[in-house]
Each structure stands twice: as C-alpha cells, then as structure tokens.
C-alpha cells in the first residue's frame, strides 16, 4: 500500500520570502524561491515579488510557502508540532524559533514524562515543541 503524506503549507502576506529563509536558518535545507513575476502570473493581487511557491527540503523537515492576497483572517487554527527524542537538536530549534517573540508555553517537563513548549513566531505561525522522555531498557514494556 502506498504511504499517504501530509506537507505543510504556508500563506503568507507578501513575507513568505523572509519566513521561508528563517526557517532554512533554523532547519536547513535547500530552498527555492519562484515570483509570480517569473512565471508571468503577476497581477493586482499578486505582484511581481510575492513568493508563488517556495519549497524548503533536504533539511530537519519540508515545508512549502506562498504569498497570498487571499489569505483569510477566519482560516482554521493550525499549529505545526516538531517531535522526537534528540532534545539538544530540538532545544536548539525552539529557542530560535523563539527569537524575539513571547513563548506562551515554555519547554519544560509534562506530566506524560515528555518535556513540551509552544510560541508563535515573528511570522504568526504557531509551533509546538514535544520532547520524548528517555526510557530506559529496565522500564521497556519487552522487559516488565
């Protein structure tokens, strides 16, 4: 059976450039960049330099951006959750994304054993951090 993917996407204001270089300055990666201009689809919504697609791949994840003058105050709300159990790689990359913005949820240790943080970034785009608890081999289900 093939594997369903879900990528996330990104609408921005006429910013999707800057954001989508923060991000390849915190998660790597190649990005590229094509205006509207260069493909020649620029009109009164969209002008020459907003960001038709931008793709950030090869790095710590994918991610893929445009500019919109479209884009609706009343979307759903959607926050993008970064996880695993490297917590200094993941440390590193809370506290960038963090860069002059106010945490609403600092990382720190869950009642689930997981340490967790969650902050909105200085492009409006909401981040949850979820650090996995190390388990030893003593309290692996295969050894209770």
Not at 50 to 61: I, K, Q, T
Not at 122 to 140: D, L, P, Q, R, Y
């Amino acid at each position: 059976m093939d594997k369903i993917t879900l990528d996330a996407y990104l609408f921005f204001s006429g910013n999707a450039r800057q954001a989508m270089e923060f991000y390849k300055s915190i998660f790597g990666g190649e990005l590229t960049i094509q205006t509207y201009g260069e493909v020649n689809a620029a009109n009164e919504d969209n002008p020459v330099d907003f960001v038709m697609h931008a793709a950030l791949e090869g790095g710590e994840l994918k991610l893929f951006a445009s500019d919109t003058a479209k884009a609706s105050p009343k979307a759903a709300k959607v926050s993008l959750c970064l996880g695993g159990s490297d917590e200094p790689k993941l440390r590193t990359i809370f506290d960038k994304l963090s860069d002059s913005v106010e945490v609403q949820y600092p990382l720190k240790k869950e009642f689930w054993g997981d340490t967790f943080g969650s902050l909105t970034d200085k492009f409006g785009i909401e981040w949850m951090v979820n650090i996995a608890a190390k388990t030893t081999a003593s309290s692996s289900p295969e050894n209770l």
